[in-house]
């Protein structure tokens, strides 16, 4: 199973307020 | 990649595609790997490469850091517990075993957990600064 990421700070913001989890950020500079 | 999945929200922000979202949230570094609480608060910060289980001990120990901070004293337990049990040779196990003695004496308010914490320092973590830190329990 892969990591499912999103782009959206604050989308995942509001969804960890609406009682899901933590919120992970991962910041990187790897080659896309 | 499951426990990832299950336990966080993951967010990928890319320099060259958000760079604004380093200065937001002060990232310094490549790669870094921020845990942030519903409200925005950050908890736990990684920051470089870590091998596999390196990395799976730091994101237990921040799952951890976030529960403490909520005042949920028995699941800090549990992940702390996990981290210093499981993953013993770590980096973030003799952490990870100072804070459950801090976690359990949050919970119960019974100073004795603390002493108990620094008896088992002078088995486990010898040389680790989490030991010093638990000797003015003893």
Known sequence: MSIVWTKDVDQALADARAGARPVLLDFSAAPM | MSFINESFIPVKIHIKEQPKSFERFGAQWTPTIQLLDSDGTKRHQIEGFLPADDFL???????????????????????????????????????????????????????????????AFKTRFQDSSWAKKASVWA
């Open chain 2, 57 to 119: 001990a730091q994101l237990k120990l921040g799952l951890a850091h976030s529960a403490f901070a909520r005042q949920e004293f028995k699941d800090a337990e549990s992940y702390y517990e996990d981290v210093a049990n499981t993953l013993p040779k770590s980096d973030a196990a003799a952490e990870a075993l100072y804070w459950l003695g801090v976690s359990r004496y949050k919970g119960s308010g019974d100073p004795g957990f603390l002493r108990q914490t620094a008896e």
